[in-house]
């Protein structure tokens, strides 16, 4: 078998999906951050969905649902992704071997737990995560920049083909997707403005209670409310919160940190010192949610002198932070 | 977070590996900052991991006592609960319980029992008869 090494930029990220889009976009020559990526698709929130659940516990989430990354980072940007899925897995890994051999990257959604260079307190089944393959050695392994890694990897075939047809909710189905050339020349200002709107209009949440400020007072009160369960429950509930936070890519904070970072470079590249100025507000509020995790955390640990009260108090001084910032990016965004 | 308050409390469950958190630097500005884990966030997922491990444990000691079948075996081993086991098989909650149970289990066809072998990716000798390290 001949080997296949198409040239790539390797850099490691906090999440797979924004991970992937900057390395895609940087491996072609356009030099775009992980936080710039993530920025731009306006991909920060906040979700609390209780009757949605996750190995029986309730989905928590701190960003956009899989996929939004990849398809609005690209279409600010004016760039074609074109992607297949599958119904057969042998015509999938096929068609992989076809675009690696024409010199693409590609871009898969595949689950975590085939995955087997994946540590193995880190396996669990989860289906949406993201990967960029660059080529094939001889043995016939696929070689991998999995974004969330330090170094490049390698996968066998076996193993891939697994992992990219997992069933399950938020099922790959074999998903590939590949980038044309991006364009050089893009207006960045105008971009960032709007997806910074799109972000702050989000933050108040909508309608229903389960989206964006009004979603973290809704976990608020379920948290007051675990004092009828056993400690036991209310440690898993309040684990699992902290491990959707810091544990799955977020890059700290649940995304809060790669936030601020999105707009102290987006200050720099608009010379806008007042962005500067928010970007460390999104620090504090950052700071905040590492603050309320520990406190989730020493609950957990059984010290006396931290109550649920106290754990959701905290998250509540998040929620009055984050709409303070909510107004501060919005008047910004009008500005 | 500031650049020298980025944690690195090398938790165990990280393996060796580093991830990538973003935090300022002394000039003021945000960096990538590679961190060998975070004492709070190391908790909680051994927390989990615990959790099912125990949920093993006690599978396999009813598996081998004969109360339940290799599904409620392979369910934890392979960190699948009721509901996304449901969604991979095509099965609904219930059936999956009734096939929990041996005599239901015993009765069920090649053709259904190959739905769990392929979401599990193990041969049907291996779900009928799991081998259980001890």
């Known amino acids: 078998m001949n080997a296949i090494e198409n040239p790539i930029v390797h850099r490691q990220s906090s999440h797979c999906e924004s991970g992937v889009v900057a390395n895609m976009l940087n491996s072609q020559g356009f030099e775009l ?35 939004s990354i990849i398809s609005s980072v690209c279409k600010k940007l004016g760039v074609k992704v074109t992607s297949q899925k599958f119904k057969n897995e042998d015509e999938g890994m096929a068609a992989l071997d076809k675009a690696l051999s024409e010199g693409k990257l590609v871009g898969l ?42 170094n490049v990897v390698t996968c066998t075939a076996e193993s891939l083909k697994q ?66 369960v056993s400690e036991q429950e209310a440690g898993m509930f309040l684990s699992n919160i902290v491990r959707m936070q810091e544990e799955i890519g977020t890059g700290g904070a649940g995304f809060r940190f790669m936030y601020a970072s999105f707009l102290d470079e987006a200050s720099q590249l608009l010379n806008d010192s007042s962005l ?22 020493l609950y957990c640990k059984k010290r006396k002198n931290v109550s649920l009260k106290d754990v959701s108090n905290s998250l509540r001084v998040c929620a009055e932070r984050e709409t303070i910032l909510r107004s501060k990016l919005l008047s910004w965004s009008k500005g | 977070m500031k650049k020298d308050e980025v944690p690195q409390d090398g938790c165990k469950t990280y393996s060796g590996h580093k991830k990538l958190i973003y935090a300022v630097g002394e000039e003021g500005h945000y ?50 609960d009721l509901m996304s086991l449901a969604h991979a098989t095509g099965f609904f909650q219930w059936q999956i319980k009734r096939h929990m149970t041996c005599d239901i289990f015993n009765k069920l066809s090649d053709k259904k029992l190959q739905k769990y072998s392929d979401v599990f990716n193990i041969s049907l000798t291996e779900l009928k008869k799991p081998e259980i390290e001890s």
């Open chain 2, 31 to 80: 960096e990538g900052v590679k961190s060998s884990g975070w004492e709070v966030e190391g908790f909680a997922t051994e927390m989990a991991v615990s959790a099912l491990d125990s949920q093993l444990e006690q599978a396999k000691a009813e598996y081998i006592k004969g109360d339940v079948s290799p599904i409620a075996y392979y369910i934890p081993l392979f960190r699948f």
């Open chain 1, 163 to 228: 992992a990219r047809f997992a069933k399950g909710m938020l099922a790959a189905k074999g998903l590939m997707y590949v980038m044309d050339k991006p364009e050089m020349q893009v207006e960045l200002e105008e971009q960032i403005k709007k997806s910074i709107k799109k972000t702050a209009k989000m933050m108040s949440g909508l309608v229903l209670p389960f989206f964006g400020i009004k979603g973290i007072n809704h976990l608020a009160k379920k948290i007051d409310k675990l004092e009828k």
């Open chain 1, 109 to 150: 959604q595949t689950s975590v737990y085939w995955l087997p260079y994946f540590p193995e307190d880190m396996r669990f089944q989860f289906n949406a995560h993201n990967l960029m393959v660059y080529g094939k050695n001889e043995q016939g392994d696929y070689l991998i920049s999995d974004p969330v890694f330090e």
């Open chain 1, 276 to 297: 500067h100025e928010i970007s460390q507000y999104t620090t504090e509020v950052g700071d905040l949610w590492r603050e309320f995790a520990m406190q989730a955390v």
């Open chain 1, 33 to 67: 951050s992980e936080p710039m990526v993530f920025g731009l698709s306006a991909a920060l929130t906040f979700v609390y969905l209780p009757m949605v659940k996750v190995g029986g516990l309730p989905l928590i989430a701190y960003r956009m649902p899989p996929k």
